[in-house]
């Protein structure tokens, strides 16, 4: 009898070390999506920016008054939001699937939502600073 209850602690100790290792590379491979979703966002961002900038400054000094500037920031903020939206609606896709495939596997889902904190923290945080930035350049 003894013996079996041995061998059942091993089994399930097996399955504990299997499901852990399930969870860390589900966890590596949305980690991963996550973290390339941002920086294809951080790089369209820059884009937005820079191409802003360039259409700032093709305009002659005495054309650039507050009626082009606010008609500038008008068009830009509308296609960094639209930009938000998509880079949202990929991100919560992605996340949607993390936090299904780890149900599927039988495991807590928290790691889910750590994910979307983050997620959220982070794009505030690149708000904040892209705020601040066109704020000193104006």
Not at 29 to 53: C, T
Not at 62 to 87: C, M, P
Not at 130 to 135: F, G, N, V
Request: hydrophobic share 35%; proline share 0%.
């Amino acid at each position: 009898a003894e013996e079996g209850r041995e061998g059942d602690a091993y089994q399930e100790y097996d399955q504990e070390a299997e499901i852990e290792n399930t969870r860390i590379e589900i966890e590596a491979r949305y980690l991963e999506a996550f973290e390339n979703i941002e920086v294809d966002a951080a790089a369209q961002i820059d884009g937005l920016i820079e191409e802003a900038k360039s259409e700032y400054f093709s305009m002659d000094e005495d054309d650039r008054d507050i009626t082009f500037k606010l008609s500038l920031a008008q068009k830009y903020l509308k296609e960094g939001n639209e930009l938000e939206e998509k880079v949202d609606d990929t991100f919560y896709t992605a996340l949607e699937s993390f936090r299904q495939e780890l149900l599927d596997a039988g495991i807590d889902d928290s790691a889910a939502d750590e994910a979307e904190t983050e997620y959220k923290a982070r794009k505030s945080e690149r708000r904040k600073e892209l705020l601040s930035k066109a704020m000193d350049n104006m």
